[in-house]
């Protein structure tokens, strides 16, 4: 489920969290911890990795969240 904020949040978070790639699974650890402190109604913005996306978009998912893709670089 989605996972709970203490304390009123904010409206935006906009974050560059580490890829994931070396430390495997802290890029999802950045993402729940920025989804706890957005509130209800909110908007988490994050860059990852295009290899990663896959991967991110699952565990968004998986944390009750609607996941959009706002723009890829190629």
Same mark, same amino acid.
């Given at each position: 489920?989605?996972?709970r904020?203490?304390?009123?949040?904010f409206?935006? %978070? @906009?974050?560059?969290?580490?890829?994931?790639?070396?430390? $495997?699974?802290?890029?999802?650890?950045?993402?729940?911890? !920025?989804?706890?402190? %957005? @509130?209800?109604?909110?908007?988490?913005?994050?860059?990852? $990795?295009?290899?990663?996306?896959?991967?991110?978009?699952? !565990?968004?998912?998986?944390? @009750?969240?609607?996941?959009?893709?706002?723009?890829?670089?190629?």
């Amino acid at each position: 489920g989605k996972p709970r904020r203490r304390g009123p949040g904010f409206d935006t %978070v @906009v974050m560059n969290p580490p890829f994931g790639t070396r430390n $495997k699974g802290i890029d999802v650890l950045f993402l729940q911890h !920025a989804l706890k402190s %957005v @509130v209800d109604g909110g908007a988490v913005y994050s860059l990852h $990795k295009s290899t990663t996306r896959e991967h991110i978009y699952s !565990a968004a998912v998986a944390m @009750v969240c609607s996941p959009n893709l706002r723009a890829a670089l190629t």
